[in-house]
């Protein structure tokens, strides 16, 4: 995995650079530590600021303790299904859910912003 970015905002390198990016490197890699969702994941650090962060930063799972189809709940919701059965059929919490839907949400709302930078009204 290559991070894409340093994740802490107020360093040089939170937004990379896309023509310098592949000839400087601006982390190290510090190893790797055991998670009970994932297993091994791996530690960077930033050369710059010296913040660490690992592969599930840039995650939209980051910092989730259970692993859920996100696709099947994206499916789900997009149906009409309710959160209350979406959370029984997946076999977790409703915040779970809700959790996730605000996530979806928010890599949602990303990406229409990303894609409608570059356009303008005539
Ligand atoms: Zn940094």
């Known amino acids: 995995m290559i991070p894409p970015f340093c994740p802490n905002p107020v360093c040089p390198h939170h937004k990379a650079d896309s023509a310098s990016f592949p000839i400087f490197r601006f982390y190290t890699r510090i190893?790797?530590?055991?998670?009970?969702?994932?297993?091994?994941?791996?530690?960077?650090?930033?050369?710059?600021?010296?913040?660490?962060?690992?592969?599930?930063?840039?995650?939209?799972?980051?910092?989730?303790?259970?692993?859920?189809?996100?696709?099947?709940?994206?499916?789900?919701?997009?149906?009409?299904?309710?959160?209350?059965?979406?959370?029984?059929?997946?076999?977790?919490?409703?915040n779970s859910i809700r959790n996730r839907l605000d996530r979806l949400g928010r890599a949602s709302i990303a990406l229409h912003a990303s894609l409608t930078s570059g356009l303008s009204l005539s």
Do not use: P
Not at 75 to 94: A, F, K, N, Y
């Open 31 to 94: 190893g790797f530590y055991l998670t009970a969702v994932v297993g091994l994941v791996e530690r960077f650090k930033c050369k710059s600021c010296g913040r660490s962060f690992s592969e599930r930063t840039f995650s939209i799972d980051y910092y989730t303790k259970k692993n859920l189809d996100n696709r099947e709940i994206f499916r789900s919701i997009g149906e009409g299904e309710s959160v209350s059965s979406i959370s029984r059929h997946l076999q977790c919490s409703l």
